[in-house]
């Protein structure tokens, strides 16, 4: 992963934009130094991960059978993967009643991280509230 301390400075990229080139990029390190100079498009991202299959938890079980079907797994074993409930963190974690993830931002700092991380919502427009 790359540190902010070992580039000089901060990016001008978000926090989760920033945590996708570490994980997926094919060159995290170019990718963020470049950033400091020019700000990067969306391209530039889409070419950086360009190869990965993202999931969404929110529909795992399904995209995941979608995923190892492209890949000849039987389907008895998809079915399974396709019917597996929801796994919640274990019983040392709370469950939180109130899984509306919007009441935890004011709307400051909505607009902050979607200036901040204006890619990943280009990228992935369904995520842009």
Known sequence: MVAATELGACPPVGQ???ALINWFGKAPKRFLRNALVRAPRVEQL???IAGVRLLRTA??????????RRYGVPEEKLAAVEKAPKVRPGPERIHRRNEDWQAYYTPAL?????RQ???MFELFPEFDV
């Open 59 to 68: 529909r795992l079980g399904r995209e995941l059978a979608e995923y190892l």
């Open 110 to 114: 909505k607009r902050y991280v979607r």
């Open 16 to 18: 989760c934009t920033g």
């Open 46 to 48: 889409s070419r950086q």
């Open 117 to 119: 991380d204006h890619l």
